[in-house]
């Protein structure tokens, strides 16, 4: 998901050298068909009925829990009553467990008889405290292994705050941006990135050790909830995502592929997050030495059912090219503390309504125009590396030592598919609106594009940057060397206020933003599947890309484990995060941004 902060996925800048395919000469879009996808969609729409329906009717949809089921079956429906044929509820692969929230309340009490509700959500697969809860609520106030003693013996039952006081963002600074033609420029000027060369720092890689080592001492000492005050979001928003596995034993080596909700998780701690101004509230009269007590009843329930995961899949068959595919798609799935609008209901709409824009036209695309809608994002682009793994390509260990690449390389694996396929179309920032896209590294595709965005001048979507973004589901397709796109999308509110937080709700969904995005990818998709040749591709991926991007195990998790200590910035959504957010399981390599560049939404 992108930002204006020019967020590139690093590993890919490296493989990116400029071997391209020649573009063959292809016909300018019809600029009749371009109208009727526009009239349609500006006055027609069916966006914000799209919307209202998964968001308030269904609600949020973490994987594989219960709404996120009933989100599938009713997109597949949907997409059928649009005319939409071969929809189906298409497994992927094994996920583990689902999670819902049945009961949620807490309160802490002061030694004058103050008491307060305590404006916190749980975390998504932390486990029930089995009834109403007392304890005191406890600071780790150490900063080695001295420090940590002091508190030995007396954290069992305790409610452990972890995180220090956060200082809350600069009220000054609006929460809501549009694109400047100042950020447009900037990016239609970007350069390609240069290969990173990165150098761990002892200090960060020293601190975050610790912090890992005082996790563990939280849970050998009997802790019985953890909280933390997010980050980033203030002013009653609350960034939620999923609660942490028990830190591994030193010199243990970690279970490949082990998620908190993998079937074989080991049993880990209820854990929360709390607004941040009451949260630092309490933190400070804990360090003026006022007692505090907090009571919290949790009750949560796991669905093991079924393990698997599952995509939404439809199409609008093509004509003389029926067996060749252009893509469009976006995230169904979300985060539970919201109702997923910005993140990513709003995706999921835009890619809807551009099908629905394309089969109530009635115009005959040549190619097969297909939708995906993918589960398991938030926790490492899952649903849409699962398609792309069974219909296009696999990744996998190779013996053959090729020069360079060391006896254990990655190698991509075409299927009969991949050379039929044209271009993939991601959607995942928000309510934004589309002001351009992002090439992926591809220049050829630079003259392509700008022609197709000329139609939309009077949107202000004409900005094409070379720019590779990551943390979203087009990267399953770039990553086997297929033709994968993330729009550029106005900021608007999401990574102030909405992205992953209590605050992802249908309130803050922009209509005329819906409805512009969706005439767009429309006409993307169409354009595309309409070209007499696919859309030209770049230098296939390298073995040292396949090496972060394997099947559905990973392998190299003990890479993972030093990169993350590499100072490298993340990002998931759209959203920039710290080290310590990304969700168990989550690849950091497909979360890595380049650090260092401003953006005035950040701070």
């Keep these: 998901m992108f930002r204006k902060k020019n967020i590139v996925l690093l590993i890919f800048a490296a493989l990116l050298a400029p071997s391209f395919a020649v573009i063959a000469q292809t016909p300018a879009p019809s600029p009749d068909a371009i109208a009727k996808i526009r009239d349609e969609g500006m006055n027609r729409s069916q966006a914000m009925a799209t919307i209202r329906y998964l968001t308030d009717v269904i609600g949020p949809r973490l994987t594989n829990s219960p709404n996120q089921r009933r989100a599938n079956q009713w997109t597949r429906e949907q997409l059928e009553k649009w005319g939409m044929k071969n929809a ?7 996920f583990g467990r689902g999670w819902e929230l049945r009961r949620y309340s807490a309160a802490y009490s002061l030694p004058n008889g103050e008491t307060q509700p305590f404006r916190s959500y749980p975390k998504a697969w932390s486990p029930s405290t089995n009834g109403p809860i007392t304890g005191d609520v406890v600071y780790i106030d150490a900063a080695d292994e001295a420090g940590l003693e002091k508190y030995k013996g007396k954290l069992k039952g305790a409610i452990v705050f972890t995180a220090n006081e956060r200082p809350i ?31 761990p720092s002892p200090s960060p890689v ?67 997050v709390a607004e941040v101004e009451q949260y630092n509230r309490i933190l400070r009269l804990i360090k003026q030495g006022v007692p505090v007590r907090m009571t919290i009843d949790l009750d949560a329930r796991f669905t093991e059912d079924d393990l698997q995961g599952y995509n939404t899949i439809a199409e609008i068959p093509g004509t003389d090219l029926k067996d060749e595919v252009v893509m469009v798609g976006a ?47 938030e926790q490492g682009l899952l649903g849409s590396r699962g398609y792309v793994a069974k219909n296009f390509a696999t ?31 991601n959607l995942d920032n928000g309510t934004g609106q ?25 949107f202000g979507a004409t900005t094409v940057s070379i720019q590779s973004v990551g943390g979203t589901d087009h990267l399953a397709f770039d990553a086997v060397g297929l033709p994968g796109f993330q729009f550029i999308q106005d900021p608007v509110e999401y990574s102030t206020r909405t992205w ?24 993307f998709a169409y354009n595309t599947a309409m070209m007499d040749e696919k859309l030209p591709r770049k ?38 995060l710290h080290h310590s957010e990304i969700p168990d399981g989550f690849p950091a390599l497909l979360a890595a941004t380049e650090v260092g560049h401003h953006n005035h939404n950040a701070e």
């Excluded at 089969?359 to 125009?369: S, V, W």
């Excluded at 013996?399 to 991949?418: E, F, I, L, T």
């Excluded at 605050?503 to 512009?516: N, W």
């Excluded at 230098?539 to 890309?545: F, K, M, Y």
Aim: with cysteine.
């Design 169 to 199: 963002q600069n009220p000054f600074k609006p929460t809501a941006t549009r694109n400047s033609d100042e950020d447009l420029a900037k990016l239609e000027n970007a350069k390609p990135q240069a290969s990173p060369q990165p150098s």
């Design 206 to 272: 020293a601190a975050q050790q610790f912090a890992s080592r005082k996790n563990r001492f939280y849970f050998e000492e009997g802790a019985a909830v953890l909280i933390d005050s997010g980050l980033t979001v203030d002013g009653g928003a609350i960034r939620v995502t999923g609660a942490s596995l028990p830190p591994s034993a030193p010199g243990s080596t970690p279970t490949p592929g082990l998620r908190v909700a993998s079937k074989n998780a080991p049993a880990t701690i209820p854990q929360l």
């Design 500 to 523: 992953h937080t209590t605050q992802d709700v249908l309130d803050r969904i922009l209509e005329e933003d819906l409805k512009r995005s969706a005439v767009i990818m429309a006409a």
């Design 88 to 94: 189906a509820v298409d497994l992927w692969g094994e």
């Design 539 to 576: 230098q296939s991926a390298a073995p040292a890309l396949a090496s972060v991007f394997p099947q559905f195990d990973f392998g190299h998790e003990l890479d993972e484990i030093r990169f993350r200590k590499m100072g490298y910035g993340f990002s998931i959504c759209g959203g920039e």
């Design 331 to 377: 995230h169904l799935d979300s985060w539970h503390s919201g109702t997923g609008a910005t993140d990513n209901g709003a995706g999921v709409t835009v890619a809807m309504e551009a099908m629905r824009i394309l089969a109530a036209t009635g115009l005959k695309p040549r190619r097969t125009i297909r939708i995906g809608l993918w589960t398991g994002e």
């Design 434 to 458: 589309i002001r351009g896209i992002n090439l992926q590294g591809n220049e050829a595709l630079r003259p392509i594009f700008k022609e197709w965005l000329a139609p939309f001048k009077d």
């Design 395 to 425: 990744i996998g260990s190779s013996s053959d030592a090729a020069p360079g690449s060391g006896p254990n390389r990655r190698v991509v694996s075409p299927k009969p598919a991949h050379e039929k396929f044209s271009a993939y179309y």
